[in-house]
């Protein structure tokens, strides 16, 4: 499905002004944004393509802004989305969000996911950290 051509419009540029104050730091500024954008897009959101990213987006400025249990529920909401469950980078998020919240079992299993979809190279850039929970796991695979 497809929003309407104004609809879609509005809603990318609400997420750009987003992602220009994610870029210079302004996170409350920037989550104002994608909320404003998602309340744009109809009901039911997660039927949405424009929903994933606005999702992951809100997920992505919460994370930064050490509010993980608001980056938990965004990225779960972006993986019921379209193209969301087989995002490796939505899953990675997912499970170091999963992690700062203390839900490790849990985010072992979206951690594995990532890798499983993309290898190391998805943790290259990320803290140890994660990627050391879930070493042992894929040792031999």
Same mark, same amino acid.
């Given at each position: 499905? *497809? ?11 609400? !997420? +750009? ?8 730091? *302004? ?14 897009? &109809?009901? &039911? ?12 987006? @809100? ?7 050490? $509010? ?8 779960? +909401?972006?993986?019921?989305? &379209?193209?969301?469950?087989?995002? &490796?980078?939505? @899953? @990675?998020?997912?499970?170091?969000? @999963?992690? $700062? !919240? ?40």
């Amino acid at each position: 499905m *497809e929003l309407d051509e104004n609809l879609y419009e509005q809603i990318v540029t609400l !997420c +750009n002004e987003g992602d220009a104050h994610a870029e210079e730091g *302004e996170l409350d500024q920037a989550i104002r944004k994608y909320l404003t954008a998602l309340n744009l897009v &109809p009901v &039911p959101k997660h039927v949405w393509e424009a929903s994933t990213w606005i999702y992951t987006a @809100l997920g992505d400025a919460y994370f930064i802004n050490e $509010e993980y249990e608001f980056a938990k529920n965004n990225y779960f +909401n972006a993986l019921n989305c &379209p193209d969301g469950i087989s995002n &490796p980078l939505i @899953l @990675l998020n997912l499970g170091e969000s @999963l992690v $700062e !919240c203390g839900e490790i079992n849990r985010a072992k299993e979206y951690l594995l996911k990532a890798y499983m979809l993309e290898g190391y190279e998805i943790f290259s850039e990320e803290d140890e950290k994660y990627y050391e929970l879930i070493k042992d796991s894929i040792k031999g695979v």
